[in-house]
Structures are given as structure tokens and as C-alpha cells.
């Protein structure tokens, strides 16, 4: 009977050691696979949004505009302000924007109306 007892108790810490190693295994982080979202918003009034970026990274820009569009720029705001993307839509857009040097950007979004923006950044 004790033996018995023993196996069972054996089995499941086994079971529970396979179980870790799997989900260690299928889990992982696998974020650099997919796009982290940074702006999922409907906005109405000039807005920007924050991301910092390394040297690889893209970032992705969708653009659903319910009204006129609007403008988005894609700014380095590390030192000295400078503009590395500038795009006026008048209706649904999407684009990507290549980081070459790590930092701190700024999504800036002037809408004209009500106007949809998504941005993700995906990592390199």
C-alpha cells in the first residue's frame, strides 16, 4: 500500500516537472514576433503619442480618417527635434516608418474631423 502511495506521488511531481519544461518551450516571450500596439485611439484634437525605439524597430501607422484625414508626423524627440516622417492623408492610410538610431519618438496626429490612428512598433 505505501508503495503505491509513493508512485503516485512520484507521478505527479513528474507530471508537474513535464509541465514546466513544455511551457517554457511553447511560451517563451515571442514578443519580438509581434507588434506591440502603442496608439489604438479615435481622436478629434492634434494628439501625440510617446514610444521610445531601437536602431531596427518599424513602426506602423493605420489611418482610418471618418471625416477629411489629417496629418501624422513621426518625430525624433532625443536632442534636437527632428522630423523623420511626414504624411497627409485624406482618407484611409497606412505606412511604416524604418528607426535608425534608438530613442525616444513622438507620433504626432493632426486630425481634420474625427480620425481612427493605430500605431504598433515592431520590435527588431
Not at 503505491?4 to 519580438?32: H, K, P, Q
Request: charged share 30%; glycine share 10%.
Amino acid at each position: 500500500m505505501n508503495r503505491r502511495t509513493v508512485l503516485y506521488g512520484s507521478g505527479a511531481i513528474f507530471i508537474s516537472a513535464l509541465a514546466g519544461c513544455s511551457s517554457d518551450e511553447t511560451g517563451g516571450t515571442g514578443d519580438d514576433d509581434e507588434p506591440e500596439t502603442v496608439v489604438d485611439e479615435t481622436i478629434a484634437t492634434a494628439s501625440n503619442y510617446s514610444v521610445d525605439a531601437d536602431a531596427g524597430d518599424v513602426i506602423t501607422v493605420d489611418i482610418t480618417g471618418y471625416e477629411r484625414g489629417g496629418s501624422i508626423r513621426v518625430v525624433n524627440v532625443d536632442g534636437a527635434v527632428e522630423s523623420i516622417y511626414r504624411e497627409t492623408v485624406e482618407a484611409d492610410a497606412s505606412f511604416e516608418v524604418a528607426i535608425e538610431d534608438a530613442g525616444t519618438y513622438e507620433i504626432r496626429a493632426v486630425p481634420r474631423g474625427e480620425t481612427k490612428i493605430r500605431a504598433r512598433i515592431i520590435r527588431s
